[in-house]
């Protein structure tokens, strides 16, 4: 079987099971962004920072991520919750374009500061898991959500369409080899006409500030990409892990997701 029908039926199957949590409601939908995000700590402790299951920072990690995530989504979800967990991810947005954009490729400092700080990991990567747990305690909250997830994976469908057909000139070489500039552009312009169609029929009005907000998301989760692609580059991986097949691990396929996920329950808060 070809690399190419392997990530296809695997697509397949994710999409299934996320199709399943989702319909079966609220809880079923958290409990699998819980897991997701277990998977994702596990990726990061083990295989960026090469430390073992059974080190501490592993404990502290996933136990400080299933506390909170636990705590507000299960016990105290008001809006102010969702107010403060979106401010602390548009600050970690922030940073990591900061990251992305002014630290320079052959440095160490992201290393050092992990390998120093990896008791941090459960706690940074649960402010992105909450600001996707907090768009299911929102009205109508399984349009919504889907609206996320074709604006984001329509991006990566639609870049790899455009690139591959007609991407000539490099996006940023050193960071991702295979992206290129006119598969960004056309990623993120067919996602964005895309999910407008999809607001319009199905939630409301795609109006000037939704669109120019899903552009600047589109944007966003290109950028994610980037970050994620740095991160591997600085840690000499290529990818988060073996487990999902043809398509590496569980934080390979959501680090865009998560770097919008701010963005965009901020736009569902400011409606």
């Known amino acids: 079987m070809s690399n190419t029908q392997l990530r296809i039926i695997s697509a397949f199957v994710l999409l299934i099971i996320v199709a399943v949590c989702i319909s079966l409601g609220e809880i079923s939908s958290l409990l699998f962004i819980g897991l997701i995000g277990v998977l994702v700590i596990d990726e990061v ?47 970690l947005c922030a940073s990591l374009l900061g990251y992305l954009f002014f630290t320079k490729h052959e440095s160490s400092k992201i290393q050092n500061f992990l390998g120093k700080y990896s ?110 692609s740095k991160f591997k580059r600085q840690f000499d991986i290529k990818d988060s892990s073996n487990l999902i097949p043809g398509h590496g691990g569980v934080y390979d396929r959501v680090d865009s997701l998560l770097f919008v996920a701010p963005l965009y329950l901020w736009l569902i808060l400011k409606l």
């Open 119 to 228: 008791l941090i990991v459960g706690a940074v990567l649960l402010i992105p898991f909450l600001n996707l747990s907090a768009l299911i305690h929102e009205p109508d909250w399984q349009l919504k959500l889907l609206g996320l997830a074709l604006l984001n994976f329509s991006v990566d469908t639609a870049a790899w369409f455009w690139g591959k057909n007609f991407g000539k000139n490099k996006l940023w070489p050193k960071v991702s080899p295979k992206k290129t500039i006119e598969g960004f552009i056309g990623g993120v312009l067919s996602a964005v006409l895309l999910t407008a169609v999809y607001w319009s029929v199905f939630i409301g009005s795609a109006t000037y500030f939704i669109f120019s907000t899903f552009l600047i998301i589109a944007i966003c989760s290109q950028l994610g990409d980037l970050v994620q």
């Open 45 to 91: 402790v083990v295989n960026f920072l090469n430390f073992k299951r059974s080190h501490f920072s592993y404990y502290i990690s996933q136990i400080s991520f299933l506390a909170g995530f636990g705590y507000f989504n299960f016990i105290d979800h008001t809006k102010n919750f969702a107010i403060g967990a979106n401010n602390l991810g548009l600050l």
